[in-house]
């Protein structure tokens, strides 16, 4: 059995039904909370700019998920026969980079190399984790069980991986080693993973979550905020967490940072206190979500202070990602963007 959190109110429809949610006996708990914004600095956008990144040819839909440090863009698009495809979005123009065989893929992360991984359906409807490189796309088999699913990669060329059994493991250079999970866990799931080799997930133990880390000394539990859940999302370069977490009583939850041992509520510093932080960059900024006034809202905190990236009162925005200029993508209502800073507007990526 294994664990999902969803990274965010969107990502159900990505990286949750097709690499979280791989085991059918899967649970799936969605973090609600305040909307957030009452008790937090919230400022409307004047240092970024939207890009829409378009889709692929005939598609109707598009999200991005991650951004690397020269501005190349991965997610997913809808492609003219229905189908939804792992995409890649560089200089203004965007390629499929296909399927294991199935109809639908979805690309989660790329290196700064332009390596790409994320998972897709084969061609008997198994969800399996893949690596694309040079135009290749390759099945990197799985941890456990029959399905599988990669959310991260690093320069080093290792890649974080979630088996459909709920193990975890680390691929590098043709071999699965397995990461271990917490005494009694029913499960874990992979979330994060940094330039060092440092990965973070959560695992399902004792009918609550909680947050790990993984690293060459071993497992090391992130601690909680007094609640039954702890979910971490994403972890930086120098090994700084992200993720949600409820306070006790067991109610809502809230935007939290784990550095040196030491898990803090993002809340007590300025964020909203329904912010979903899907990632950050290592100079500590932070992207993500926030629920509030009927909308969901793309958010960037840093400094204390929350920037609403897409002021838009019609649609929904959520954001995924973050390189280590700030650039961040994400998708507004059903088209991928990409928010650069205003001083990049002429000359936006891709």
Not at 275 to 286: D, R, S, T, V, Y
Request: hydrophobic share 40%; glycine share 18%.
């Amino acid at each position: 059995m294994s664990v999902v959190v969803t990274r965010s109110r969107s990502m159900s429809l990505l990286s949750a039904t097709m690499v979280l949610g791989m085991a059918a006996c899967a649970s799936e708990e969605t973090p609600t909370g305040p909307s957030g914004s009452a008790s937090a600095k919230v400022a409307a956008s004047g240092a970024y700019v939207a890009v829409d990144l378009g889709t692929l040819p005939g598609g109707s839909h598009s999200s991005a998920v991650a951004i690397n440090s020269a501005g190349l863009v991965v997610g997913q698009s809808g492609t003219a026969k229905g189908d939804n495809h792992a995409a890649l979005w560089e200089n203004g123009a965007v390629t499929d980079l296909g399927t294991l065989g199935g109809r639908t893929a979805i690309a989660l992360a790329i290196s700064n190399g332009g390596q790409v991984v994320g998972s897709s359906e084969t061609p008997d409807g198994t969800v399996r984790a893949f690596l694309w490189k040079k135009g290749v796309m390759t099945d990197l088999g799985t941890p456990g069980g029959t399905g599988s699913g990669a959310v991260g990669i690093n320069d080093r060329g290792q890649i974080l991986l979630g088996g459909s059994d709920g193990s975890v493991g680390i691929w590098e250079r043709g071999v699965i080693t397995p990461l271990p999970l917490p005494a009694g866990s029913t499960g874990c799931t992979p979330t994060g993973l940094n330039a060092a080799g440092r990965a973070v997930g959560q695992c399902g133990i004792g009918g609550e979550i909680r947050s790990v880390l993984w690293d060459h000394s071993g497992m090391t539990s992130l601690g909680t905020l007094g609640g039954s859940l702890t979910a971490a999302l994403a972890i930086s370069a120098p090994g700084r967490v992200v993720g949600i977490a409820r306070l006790n009583p067991d109610v809502g939850s809230r935007p939290f940072v784990w550095q040196h041992g030491t898990i803090l509520d993002l809340s007590t510093q300025g964020a909203p206190t329904g912010f979903i932080p899907n990632a950050l960059n290592a100079a500590g900024q932070i992207v993500g979500d926030v629920g509030g006034g009927g909308h969901v809202r793309a958010i960037l905190w840093q400094h204390g202070t929350a920037i609403e990236l897409d002021t838009s009162p019609e649609q929904d925005s959520y954001a995924f990602g973050i390189n280590a200029s700030g650039e961040v993508v994400g998708h507004t209502g059903s088209r991928a963007t990409l928010w650069t800073r205003q001083r990049h507007s002429n000359t936006a990526r891709p």
